[in-house]
């Protein structure tokens, strides 16, 4: 089983619609997690971070749910400048990262 | 100017070869680390380093070897480059206080015929 899995998509919505996307992680021993975004042919970037009780940033909320083990994304009001590949990252023992393979997001006008 | 810079961008290079990618970083992170980038495989970490003297192997490091010249550089070399090595490399680092938010340069193309 993969560490961190993905449905790798692609998703594609309209402007302004909701979309979310999930994330299954498989060692219960992870410590933290993340989201970033990486738009195509670019590096990633660093979106926000996960917390249990759930945080959110503008359009986004992200939500862990440990006893499951996965993670989500919810991007409200889609925008065209939201189309990118979305990771999601655990890190487990504060040492390194472990990305899965993302979620593309295509978002149309 | 960027941060953290990668050079070449784009390389080309034949089997056998002995190739070196360099990543330089002005963030001032104590932390580097080299990541490779493949279609459906997603990006998996060769080598990384907590301090100029601290190297470790990541989940693929076969065929690669690194140095870390300053807290501030860090190469990645492909000692005999073959086909399969053809990725999308990107250079990574970050401060021991927040390692998990890591900062990538813009990533070296490779290909090797």
């Known amino acids: 089983r993969k560490e961190v899995e993905q449905d790798p998509g692609p998703f594609n919505v309209p402007e302004g619609a909701t979309v979310a996307f999930n994330c299954t992680y498989s060692n219960s021993a992870s410590q933290s997690f993340f989201w970033y975004r990486q738009d195509c042919r670019k590096e990633p970037k660093l979106l926000m971070s996960?917390?249990?009780s759930g945080n959110e940033d503008g359009r986004f909320t992200a939500q862990l749910n440990r006893a499951s083990q996965y993670i989500s994304l919810l991007i409200r009001d889609s925008k065209l400048s939201d189309s990118a590949t979305y990771l999601c990252?655990?890190?487990?023992?504060?040492?390194?990262?472990?990305f899965g393979k993302g979620t593309m997001l295509l978002v149309s006008p | 100017d960027a941060d953290v810079t990668q050079t070449p961008r784009n390389r080309i290079t034949k089997t056998g070869k002995r190739i070196m990618l360099e990543c330089s970083q002005t963030k001032g992170h104590d932390r580097m680390y080299w990541y490779r980038q493949d279609p459906g495989l997603g990006l998996r970490l060769i080598y990384y380093?907590?301090?100029?003297?601290?190297?470790n192997k990541g989940e693929i490091s076969d065929g690669y070897s690194v140095s870390r010249q300053a807290q501030a550089k860090f190469s990645l070399s492909l000692e005999s480059a073959i086909p399969n090595q053809t990725a999308l490399y990107f250079c990574?680092?970050?401060?021991?206080?927040?390692?998990?938010?890591?900062?990538f340069g813009p990533g070296t193309r490779l290909t090797v015929t």
């Open positions: 380093s907590f301090d100029v003297k601290d190297i």
């Open positions: 990252v655990v890190n487990i023992g504060y040492s390194t990262l472990t």
């Open positions: 990574a680092t970050s401060d021991s206080s927040r390692s998990y938010e890591q900062y």
């Open positions: 996960v917390y249990s």
